[in-house]
């Protein structure tokens, strides 16, 4: 069965390209353009996966992350979080840790991203 | 500037929801495409080459002391360091032969407008992108963006062509263009991060190499076939011009 993972971010080029890669790995992709939007489909669909914009319009990343840890089931759920603002001491895909979740920079390396999801899915 | 020939100018009204107006104008040269700044005394430290350089930078630091980007991109930068990239504003695009306009987040009209200071710089990676500044497209999606990418490369490889230069068909140097488009792309957010300012220029830079992405990924995984099928009239076995077949490539 395929892994199901939650793509949240305000800017349709990202959600396209991400969307379109995790695709050809296989993996089903539900979409959100808002934190609102990411907040209701994770309650509906409980994907295996999240991948959140730090800052989204409605409600950022880090507040659904927070709306869901009072959920038993839900709040198992791994994230990554996406921010443009996370490079300033890095040379590459810096990552690090929110809480119990992943931070990775913009812009996206495809092989990296893949690389976390992997990992994080336990495929 | 060649006597006569007028240069060419891209005027972009960003309208905020306070109700405040900020213009551009870019003056590009029009034949070469650069474009036309103002002199100025100094630039700030983050234009500086050697201030997160690209890592595929062929510029020196002796001959070129400041990033040609960086330097384009002083004002807009500055303008946008208190906005984040979802904002929405009423944006007007004024170009030679018509206007454009759309209420839109602000991380998509500074992604046209970054995309158009970069391109008209003079970074010698990115002087490769710059024939599309002639048709520029704000506003632009992933899919426009691709089609117009590749059309331009192909229009690129005809000229070689005829000027008796081995073409490229296949599109595999475009791939490696876009693969350093997207190193600078990766080192300009770095550049723009370690700045105390909000992310609206950072997301336009990083839709930007999302158009980047979806270029090389489309053309990586074949999914080129997609457009394919709105080609069919130029795809049956005799062309317009009565010409026979011919092997695929040579």
Not at chain 1, 24 to 52: C, F, K, S, W
Not at chain 2, 135 to 141: D, G, I, K, N, S
Not at chain 2, 159 to 176: A, E, I, M, T
Request: with cysteine; net charge negative.
């Amino acid at each position: 069965m395929k892994k199901k993972i939650l793509v949240a971010d305000d800017d349709p080029a990202l959600l396209q390209m991400m969307e379109a890669v995790l695709k050809r790995e296989g993996y089903e992709v539900l979409t959100a353009h808002n934190g609102q939007e990411a907040l209701n489909l994770v309650r509906q669909q409980a994907p295996d996966l999240m991948i959140l914009d730090i800052m989204m319009p409605k409600m950022d990343g880090p507040s659904v992350y927070s709306s869901l840890q009072s959920d038993v089931t839900l709040s198992k759920i791994p994230v990554i979080f996406l921010t443009a603002l996370a490079t300033s001491n890095s040379t590459s895909d810096e990552e690090g840790l929110l809480g119990t979740a992943a931070i990775m920079a913009k812009p996206v390396n495809h092989a990296t991203l893949l690389r976390k999801v992997s990992g994080l899915l336990g495929a | 500037m060649a006597p006569g020939n007028e240069r060419l100018t891209f005027q972009y009204r960003f309208k905020f929801s306070d109700g405040s107006i900020k213009h551009f104008a870019l003056h590009l040269d029009p034949v070469t495409l650069g474009l036309i700044r103002d002199p100025t005394p100094s630039y700030p430290e983050w234009t500086r080459l050697n201030y997160h350089q690209c890592p595929n930078c062929p510029l020196k630091q002796e001959t070129t002391p400041h990033c040609p980007v960086a330097v384009n991109l002083v004002g807009v930068v500055d303008t946008f360091k208190d906005v984040l990239s979802h904002e929405q504003a009423e944006v007007e695009i004024r170009s030679p032969e018509r206007t454009y306009s759309a209420r839109t987040a602000l991380q998509t009209a500074i992604g046209s407008l970054i995309g158009l200071h970069m391109a008209t710089s003079g970074c010698p990676v990115l002087d490769k992108l710059r024939p599309m500044v002639r048709t520029h497209l704000p506003f632009a999606t992933a899919e426009e963006t691709m089609y117009r990418v590749i059309s331009m490369y192909l229009l690129g490889q005809f000229f070689r062509y005829r000027r008796g230069l081995l073409p490229d068909w296949d599109l595999k140097n475009l791939v490696k263009t876009y693969e350093d488009v997207q190193s600078v792309n990766k080192a300009f957010v770095e550049r723009l991060s370690s700045l105390a300012i909000q992310d609206a220029s950072m997301n336009a830079v990083v839709i930007l190499d999302c158009f980047a992405a979806t270029t090389n990924f489309s053309i990586m995984s074949d999914s080129l076939n997609e457009i394919e099928q709105l080609f069919g009239a130029y795809l049956k076995k005799e062309g317009t011009t009565g010409e026979k077949e011919n092997p695929r490539r040579g």
